[in-house]
């Protein structure tokens, strides 16, 4: 279907096949046992003394009665915080989403290109706005946990200008924060850097990220395997893939990465045995959810948090390859530096007040 599509052919025999085969795969997926536990619900003193010990504080999102309200954690206190009417708030995100993605769609004219630059940047600000501003006294200077409902869920947090340049982490909970900050790392290894099919600077952004890991593991051209990938990513330290990513609205664990020989997808990152500890993926909107009953979020970025990954660097919109490039080096030299992964994001997208990266899990 890949080669159909890039090939600007249609495949209505190989779609229905596909079909048929997602539609199994899910049916296997409601008769297969699962082995692991459910997480324990984090203590509200275990969470705070985490908080505490990384400089942090946690915001945790949800709506009552149309109003989206902050609970908002430090060191030192609780507080609820009534925020805005939540429809005002999703409008503005879908808003922001669709100027960034239009920044991505193909050449803009000169002054097109500043209308729609100008748009994203009044919506960053409506939403920094609406969602931070009113937090700021409690907040402080401290890095922050963003645990998001919704359609926030999906904000690229650095283009609002109360954060750029400031360390957030987006997590699915407070426990999932605390579970992926307190839980021993197994994975090893040396970095694994891959550059997949059909992306015109991926090459290029693996040879950026290389320069600054000159002990690691490249797979590119034909070498960049699904099976070869998914062997790295077992139990790998740290897993960069240059691919292009596809994010499924209607069936999220076929949400996937376009490799040599194929897609590997978020189904697939359930077969690992141990989970890498941290993978970097600067591939188009692939780190966007949906979210189900409970706030529970799906998708390819998701899967690697719930299979055990403590930190996913990835994208919530279509991103310019040679933004990505840059951004990407400057990320990876932060880390070797010694900054924690947030913070290493933090300095990296500060210099681009629209990049569309976001760190998941433990920061």
């Given amino acids: 279907l890949r080669r159909a599509e890039l090939g600007g052919r249609r495949d209505p025999a190989g779609r229905r096949r596909c079909a048929e085969l997602e539609r199994l795969i899910r049916a296997h997926g409601w008769q297969t046992g699962c082995d692991g536990g459910d997480r324990a619900i984090a203590a509200l003193g275990d969470v705070r003394a985490e908080l505490a010990s990384a400089g942090a504080a946690l915001v945790s999102f949800a709506v009552h009665r149309r109003t989206l309200l902050a609970l908002v954690v430090t060191e030192r206190r609780v507080r609820v915080v009534p925020l805005e009417h939540w429809d005002e708030v999703t409008e503005a995100v ?184 941290h993978v970097v993926l600067p591939a188009c909107d692939i780190g966007r959810t949906v979210v189900r009953r409970g706030d529970e979020l799906l998708g390819f970025t998701a899967a690697l948090l719930y299979g055990g990954t403590r930190t996913v660097v990835s994208c919530v919109n279509r991103v310019l390859d040679e933004r990505a490039v840059h951004t990407m080096a400057a990320y990876h030299r932060a880390l070797l530096a010694g900054h924690h992964p947030a913070r290493a994001l933090a300095e990296a997208t500060a210099p681009d007040p629209l990049s569309p990266f976001v760190c998941f899990g433990a920061g």
Avoid at 179 to 204: F, K, N
Wanted: charged letters at 20%; one cysteine or more.
């Fill in 94 to 277: 879908t808003r922001l989403h669709r100027d960034l993605d239009a920044l991505c769609d193909r050449v803009l004219p000169e002054a097109l290109d500043e209308v729609v630059r100008a748009s994203a940047r009044r919506q960053a600000t409506g939403l920094a706005d609406r969602l931070m501003a009113p937090l700021g006294h409690l907040l402080g200077d401290r890095d922050l946990v963003l645990v998001p409902t919704k359609s926030l869920s999906a904000v690229p947090w650095s283009v609002l200008p109360q954060l750029r340049g400031r360390p957030v982490t987006v997590a699915p909970s407070a426990s999932a924060w605390l579970d992926a900050r307190r839980t021993p790392v197994l994975a090893s290894g040396l970095p694994v850097l891959v550059a997949g099919p059909y992306l015109t600077h991926a090459r290029e952004e693996v040879r950026a990220v290389s320069a600054v890991h000159p002990a690691s593991v490249v797979l590119d051209g034909a070498g960049a395997t699904v099976a070869e990938v998914l062997r790295h990513l077992d139990g790998g330290a740290l897993v960069h893939i240059a691919a292009h990513g596809h994010h499924e609205q209607d069936n999220v664990l076929f949400s996937r990465l376009d490799l040599a020989d194929g897609p590997l997808m978020a189904y697939d990152v359930q077969r690992l045995r141990t989970a890498p500890a």
